[in-house]
């Protein structure tokens, strides 16, 4: 079993850069991310609502893009999907490809869910639940074709949703409905921050990760005359 990985030995693990790095949009982004994982490991077992939330939070810390022209933060999608691609290349040590084999069984589980799924939610049926829950057997051949790309854009793609749905108000806090889909996505998220964030602290400190949204304003903004 891979080792666990505490919010403060992540920190641990990024110090020197942090020293290094001084006010760096890399330094901050991987500051945000690690306060908002701090209040996850903070929260009782009966709060799984808010850790998801808090989880994501923290994933959007490292993967939020700002875009120039529009002068708004770009399309989570994208953004996160090109995120991934560029950890995958990263990781010299192959810790997401590790991750994923050890947690397979939770990996097919998630896929599986078809209230998950955005397609079934689209036309909620029957036959659709029954399509929904067929991406466990495409992810059983990802895997033998080492496709984690795909996994975990399929993965996140599905967090997403039910992050979405928490954050809309389309779920009741607490809800008995949901609460092994909260479980599970909460459990995966955990999984894959701890390594991205080693892959960000062992191979990305010097990567240009791009403009990230609202950087922290250290001086007082006078109003112009």
């Known amino acids: 079993m891979s080792e666990a990985f505490t919010v403060r030995d992540l920190r641990r693990r990024w110090k020197p850069h942090k020293e290094r790095l001084g006010g760096s949009s890399t330094n901050i982004r991987f500051h945000r991310a690690c306060s908002w994982l701090q209040q996850v490991e903070q929260l009782n077992k009966d709060a799984s609502d808010f850790a998801i939330l808090a989880q ?17 933060p770009q399309r989570d999608q994208a953004c996160w999907q090109a995120f991934i691609a560029r950890m995958l290349r990263l990781d010299q040590d192959d810790r997401l490809e590790s991750m ?32 929904s829950r067929n991406s466990k057997h495409k992810a059983r051949n990802w895997y033998l074709e080492g496709n ?24 009741t806090y607490n809800s008995k409905l ?12 955990n999984h894959l921050m701890q390594a991205f964030l080693l892959v960000w602290s062992d191979h990305g400190s010097d990567e240009d990760w791009g403009t990230m949204c609202y950087p922290p304003m250290t001086v007082v903004m006078q109003p112009s005359n």
């Open 56 to 72: 994501w939070i923290a994933f959007n810390a490292l993967y939020g893009q700002w875009d120039d022209a529009r002068r708004e």
């Open 100 to 131: 994923l084999v050890e947690n397979k069984p939770l990996v097919l589980r998630i896929l599986e869910d078809e209230y998950l799924n955005k397609y079934f939610w689209e036309e909620p049926c029957e036959k659709r639940a029954r399509q």
């Open 148 to 171: 984690w790309t795909m996994i975990i854009d399929q993965l996140l793609g599905r967090i997403y949703l039910l992050r979405c749905q928490l954050m809309h108000g389309a779920a």
């Open 178 to 189: 949901n609460r092994t889909a909260i479980k599970h996505c909460s459990m995966m998220m």
